[in-house]
């Protein structure tokens, strides 16, 4: 490979929801490229970005992946990403890093709701964006009705720049807006076309929406607005130099159209990508912070800056060993060097750096500045961290993983497995931060959280799969406390004395409740030495086993205050252990007249669904015993925001997929606990008595 020229380079996402033709386009761009020999489909498992079995078995893809190729003298690095709710988030941190994207409009449905977060992560990250209207020779495809939607959806302003001809069978071809040619394909597949002048019949459409062009382009710098007004004739240079302005400052989406199935439209958005998309240069300073302090350290795009990077994604292969995918910041990378990672405070050796062709790999000499490339067995480096020159360091912050929304029970199918279950899941936590898995101390069972319940499926798979680590997933039990809603004062007393040396351990405590979130809280009010200074923490120590098994369920009790206040002693009898014993029979014998009620976690949702749903999906809530506490409006959609008990939506991932159609997106966290209403503790009581 010759010198490296970023300006030359761009590095952009293919986004949307699922199904919306991102592979497909994928496919078709790497074999207009000459990357792929044929042109690669999902349907038949010859995709080259769909290739890991669990994808391949749900034709769907869930990484992102990554291929690079050549067109007209620019590098572009082109990454497929998944569009399904449950595993957007490595969507997300690809368009961290990413220069640019290419979302997909489907020319059927417009624009879907993981559409919408992508755009909202696009908006946070500044990641410049250019349209494509898919499927354009499919059944009801609109153009228009699609541009349409997604002004409607996105709260963007379109630019069209290419406008079909004809739609669905009829599909000819596409008019290009900026130069004022048509191009009528063969639907060959190798895309071939023929240049020609615009039919007739859409002279009239076209001048209207060039004339629509014209003036959001002029709009959209001074100087072209000038030429307009002046009735000069804006050039294809004026128009493509407005165009890029445009794309760049995010004033205006450019919107373009084709078929990525039958290859139609797709070189045309090639040109489109290089003249529209940002180079690493035009991305500029990148910002950070020196490790371990908050000075703050710039790196430029150049080759001559100090090397930094960050890893936006790790794969685990159990032959091939771990990849780390990063975006080079600054500086030359080269093979058999030494860098430094700030986040593990740990030096790694990097040997080869590969440039990844879907599951292929290629050696390259160096990543400069603005590459994106992957290095193969780094030994601490997990997705999210910094890796930099070791002689100047800088640290950039990770993105801040997105809450799971679902948990699972994990149950180890065979015995002994457990440390295989355990690194498989250290490892796969590497790749994938959105993963946790966590001891409930309260149920004593291993939870596995994440983005959905397929995500924890293949999760689950790929445990089996990589590391032979055979689990299942069952609904894990709810985390219910307990505690009380009376006070009451009491006497335990301890005593055992039959021949040799006795016990004797005597109290007095008060329990009373304390508001919710209180926690425990111990209050030692003994006068005159009643119960001996050196024995209360026995006292304490007994209360607090006694807390750990509620008397409804078994389960921690919490929220409320112990005040020992009196007490006798023996003196020869008396130790620590019959005081620990005299505190806890003192607390069991207190619930008796306590009034002991059941905890349960209440999670905050906030839930995004189109007009349409959201009457069901209150209905729903409602239902599920949860409060609304607000609803705010979308563009064509709805956020509700509402508690609901934890135990009310184990499942509501699936379930929220079913009532909308796949077209509603939720979150949720933990919020707090509230008591059981009565009727319903009776409910679960009779439901442990079964199990
Ligand atoms: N008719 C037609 N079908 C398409 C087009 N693009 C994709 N498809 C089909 O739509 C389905 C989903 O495509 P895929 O590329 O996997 O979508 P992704 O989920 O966005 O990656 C597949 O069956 C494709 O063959 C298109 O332009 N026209
Ligand atoms: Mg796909």
């Known amino acids: 490979m010759g010198k490296?020229?970023?300006?030359?380079?761009?590095?952009?996402?293919?986004?949307?929801?699922?199904?919306?033709?991102?592979?497909?386009?994928?496919?078709?761009?790497?074999?207009?490229?000459?990357?792929?020999?044929?042109?690669?489909?999902?349907?038949?498992?010859?995709?080259?970005?769909?290739?890991?079995?669990?994808?391949?078995?749900?034709?769907?893809?869930?990484?992102?992946?990554?291929?690079?190729?050549?067109?007209?003298?620019?590098?572009?690095?082109?990454?497929?990403?998944?569009?399904?709710?449950?595993?957007?988030?490595?969507?997300?941190?690809?368009?961290?890093?990413?220069?640019?994207?290419?979302?997909?409009?489907?020319?059927?449905?417009?624009?879907?709701?993981?559409?919408?977060?992508?755009?909202?992560?696009?908006?946070?990250?500044?990641?410049?964006?250019?349209?494509?209207?898919?499927?354009?020779?499919?059944?009801?495809?609109?153009?228009?009705?699609?541009?349409?939607?997604?002004?409607?959806?996105?709260?963007?302003?379109?630019?069209?720049?290419?406008?079909?001809?004809?739609?669905?069978?009829?599909?000819?071809?596409?008019?290009?807006?900026?130069?004022?040619?048509?191009?009528?394909?063969?639907?060959?597949?190798?895309?071939?076309?023929?240049?020609?002048?615009?039919?007739?019949?859409?002279?009239?459409?076209?001048q209207r929406l060039r004339l629509l062009l014209v003036e959001t382009v002029a709009e959209a710098d001074d100087e072209l607005m000038e030429k307009y007004l002046d009735d000069e004739e804006l050039t294809e240079e004026d128009l493509l130099r407005g165009l890029r302005e445009g794309t760049l400052t995010g004033v205006f989406t450019p919107v373009f159209c084709g078929s990525a199935l039958a290859n139609v439209g797709v070189r045309q958005l090639l040109d489109y990508i290089v003249a529209c998309l940002p180079s690493p240069i035009d991305k500029g300073t990148q910002v950070g912070t020196l490790p371990d302090s908050d000075e703050v350290v710039e790196r430029q795009p150049s080759e001559e800056d100090p090397f930094s990077a960050m890893v936006f994604k790790t794969v685990n292969d159990p032959f091939a060993g771990k990849l780390s995918m990063i975006r080079v910041y600054s500086g030359t990378l080269k093979p058999d060097t030494v860098v430094f990672n700030p986040n593990r405070d740990e030096k790694e050796r990097v040997g080869h750096i590969f440039k990844m062709a879907g599951k292929e790999q290629q050696d390259v000499e160096s990543a400069v500045a603005g590459e994106i490339v992957a290095l193969p067995k780094l030994k601490y480096t997990a997705t999210g961290d910094t890796l930099c020159d070791v002689q100047k360091p800088v640290f950039y912050e990770p993105l801040v993983p997105l809450k799971p929304i679902i948990s699972f029970a994990l149950e180890s199918a065979k015995k002994g497995d457990e440390d295989k279950i355990y690194t498989?899941?250290?490892?796969?936590?590497?790749?994938?931060?959105?993963?946790?898995?966590?001891?409930?101390?309260?149920?004593?069972?291993?939870?596995?959280?994440?983005?959905?319940?397929?995500?924890?499926?293949?999760?689950?798979?790929?445990?089996?799969?990589?590391?032979?680590?055979?689990?299942?997933?069952?609904?894990?039990?709810?985390?219910?406390?307990?505690?009380?809603?009376?006070?009451?004062?009491?006497?335990?007393?301890?005593?055992?004395?039959?021949?040799?040396?006795?016990?004797?351990?005597?109290?007095?405590?008060?329990?009373?409740?304390?508001?919710?979130?209180?926690?425990?809280?111990?209050?030692?009010?003994?006068?005159?030495?009643?119960?001996?200074?050196?024995?209360?923490?026995?006292?304490e120590k007994g209360i607090i086993e006694a807390m750990k098994t509620g008397p409804l369920t078994g389960s921690q009790m919490v929220d409320l205050r112990v005040t020992l206040y009196d007490g006798s002693h023996h003196s020869v009898d008396s130790s620590e252990m019959a005081f620990k014993v005299a505190g806890s029979m003192a607390f069991k014998k207190a619930m008796e007249s306590c009034k002991p009620t059941l905890l349960e976690p209440v999670m905050s949702m906030e839930i995004t669904v189109p007009d349409d749903c959201m009457g069901d999906v209150i209905g729903d809530l409602n239902s599920r015993r949860g409060k609304v506490s607000g609803v705010e409006p979308q563009a064509n959609a709805q956020t509700i925001r509402a508690e609901v008990p934890m135990a009310e939506v184990l499942r509501y991932a699936p379930e929220l997929r079913s009532m909308t159609s796949d077209r509603g997106m939720f979150s949720m966290e933990f919020d707090k606990y509230e008591e059981v209403p009565s009727h319903q503790t009776a409910k679960i009581l009779a439901e442990q008595e079964k199990a």
């Open 424 to 539: 498989g899941l250290q490892k796969l936590m590497e790749e994938d931060p959105t993963l946790r898995v966590v001891r409930e101390e309260d149920t004593h069972e291993m939870i596995l959280s994440g983005m959905g319940q397929v995500h924890l499926e293949v999760a689950v798979e790929r445990l089996k799969r990589k590391y032979g680590a055979a689990v299942t997933l069952k609904e894990p039990k709810v985390p219910y406390r307990e505690t009380i809603r009376a006070s009451a004062e009491v006497q335990g007393k301890y005593k055992k004395q039959s021949g040799g040396r006795g016990q004797y351990g005597d109290v007095w405590i008060k329990v009373e409740p304390l508001p919710r979130g209180s926690g425990f809280e111990f209050v030692d009010k003994v006068v005159g030495g009643v119960v001996p200074r050196n024995y209360i923490p026995a006292v």
């Open 4 to 206: 490296y020229d970023t300006t030359t380079l761009r590095n952009l996402g293919i986004v949307a929801h699922n199904s919306a033709g991102k592979t497909s386009l994928v496919e078709a761009m790497l074999f207009n490229t000459g990357m792929a020999e044929k042109l690669g489909k999902v349907t038949d498992g010859s995709s080259l970005m769909d290739f890991e079995e669990e994808e391949i078995k749900r034709g769907m893809t869930l990484g992102a992946s990554l291929n690079h190729c050549v067109w007209n003298g620019y590098n572009l690095n082109i990454v497929d990403t998944p569009g399904v709710s449950n595993f957007l988030h490595d969507t997300r941190r690809c368009l961290r890093v990413l220069g640019g994207a290419v979302v997909i409009v489907s020319a059927i449905s417009g624009v879907k709701s993981q559409t919408r977060k992508i755009w909202e992560w696009c908006d946070q990250f500044e990641v410049p964006r250019i349209a494509f209207v898919n499927k354009m020779d499919r059944e009801r495809a609109d153009f228009l009705k699609a541009v349409d939607d997604m002004e409607k959806s996105l709260g963007a302003r379109s630019a069209i720049v290419t406008m079909p001809i004809g739609a669905e069978e009829d599909f000819r071809g596409t008019i290009d807006l900026v130069r004022m040619k048509a191009r009528l394909y063969e639907f060959d597949e190798a895309g071939t076309y023929k240049e020609v002048d615009i039919p007739q019949e859409l002279e009239e459409e076209a």
